[in-house]
């Protein structure tokens, strides 16, 4: 023990340190100390927060290092090592199967899924998260909504004392990567179709993808006099009266909103149901005829009515340098190429945020949080042209963010940015491909953080290994844990892909529940979110609409923050799990 003298209160103070913190600091303040009901800071300070409209570089959020409150006459300790420690809990959701609800809007085997539940919450998780199609909840016909199933569903979490994530699904499943079931989009959708295949997102060849409407009919009364964006808004204002009751018990703590192809905002450039494979480059999915009317009306405005969109990109499977578009000195750098990919890329932004604010207006009031989901187009991110994430809408160069404006976007909704492939190293990609997973992670995440928003993430393939865990908890905590209270950098959540027989396999499982562990900061299950940071007021109405302009100023290029090399969190998944995460990466 250790007494000194601090400042004007004239009186000692003992401080007693713990072999396993030798940083934290336990004091006893004399009952005669004046002040000492005060709360005492020591560290950095909030940093400032920013409007959404504000074009400075904004700073991530910085945890109070080091407080000291005392109450009690004879001194009360707080922030002991376990609380300071909590701060760098990270919670972790497990996505449900896609068909958990079948596409006749039924819920089956409901034991065999609460007995699932139980396990995952005996494995320490937080919550799970579960895609609320429209295809099946809107299938007999506009506006004819059926959340019986889903109720039931939400019932069962609830009790098993999870938390829930629930995703506005306006896509149809099938199509894309590890999607095991179809479930199309409601049919009188696609009867609509028939007479105006427009409608859906269509490539150069005229191929059309009725996995999703083209935005180009996002305010276009064509759906029994709608639009579809009014048909989002619709959907989501009968899911809040419908399930108010599990909002008001706080089982949904965020509503994930769909946006596009998979539930992220982009175009569907890859879809493997026209025969796209890894690595191809995609196409530009901009062919229909209400984008090619809006591409028109913007090139005309510009002073160049000639200009007509891209037709030398090349296909699906092409690699960048075999196409006149994507090629060294190929016309994406031209005057030409550059104002085609700012229109599409922000036909793209404005897409989001529209959608966004009729979220919002739905789910005003209520104690959740909106986030919005971006993919994680990792191949050809070294070469100079990007050329996948081009296709998908994603206008990203080496000298431009991509990425940044999508996050200044979503500050004004105060919307969570959830990124995804947060388990893939570099290493584990073909050298062909020219991948870059861990650089566009932080890329992304940076990003989000300059924007002062919340950042949380998923995997994107299916993985049961120590180095898959490990490289997630690295970008869950890029520069590790911060044993004073919260880190500099921290992301809000993961959400594990997915709930599965495999998973819980008894040595998959142990492992997983140790990965849940590490990400709680070797802490137990927290049933409070205020102990770990997250406070879950009723949602505010969006900010004012941010411009175009202010959004472009987000589109100049800086350093991604540091990262460390490795986690100091470290899942040791033992010598087999070890071999199989070198195996993924010489054979993936």
Known sequence: MTSVTLGSLGEKIRLHSRCFCP???????????????????QGTKNAPTFSSRSIISRSPPQAVAFEISTTEPKATTTLTYEVKMLRNYVPIFVMLPLGVITVDNVLEDKDKLVKELKELRAAGIDGVMIDVWWGIIESKGPKQYDWTAYRSLFQ???ECELKLQAIMSFHQCGGNVGDVVTIPLPQWVLDIGESDPDIF?????????????????????????????????????????????????????????GLGPAGELRYPSYPESQGWVFPGIGEF???????????????TAAGHPEWELPD??????????STEFFKSNGTYLTEKGKFFLTWYSNKLLSHGDQILDEANKAFVGCKLKLAAKVSGIHWWYKADNHAAELTAGYYNLKDRDGYRPIARMLSRHRAILNFTCLEMRDSEQSADAKS??????????SGGWRENIEVAGENALSRYDSTAYNQILLNARPNGINRDGQPKLRMYGVTYLRLSDELLQKPNLNLFKTFVKKMHADQ??????????????????????????????????????PWDKETDMSVSGGLLSNLIGKLFSLFK
């Open 524 to 561: 137990d299950y927290c049933p409070d979110p205020k102990k770990y940071n997250h406070h879950l007021g009723p949602l505010e109405r969006s900010k004012p609409e941010i411009s175009i302009e202010q959004l472009m100023e987000a589109t100049k290029a800086e350093d991604a923050f």
């Open 156 to 158: 069962a979490v609830q």
């Open 285 to 299: 999915q901009c062919y229909d005829k209400y984008l090619q009317a809006d591409f028109k009306e913007a090139a």
């Open 23 to 41: 940083n934290v600091l336990f004091i006893n303040v004399p009952e005669n100390a004046e002040g000492a009901s005060k709360v005492w800071r």
């Open 436 to 445: 870059a997973p861990q650089e566009l992670v932080q890329q992304v995440l």
């Open 201 to 257: 997102y269509t490539n150069l060849k005229g191929n059309r993808n009725p996995e999703y409407l083209t935005l180009g009919v996002d305010n276009r009364r064509l759906f029994s006099g709608r639009t579809a964006v009014e048909i989002y808004s619709d959907y989501m204002k009968s899911f809040r009266e419908n399930i108010a009751d599990f909002l008001e018990t706080g089982l949904i703590i965020d509503i994930e909103v």
């Open 312 to 321: 030398n990109a090349g296909e699906y499977n092409d690699a960048p340098e």
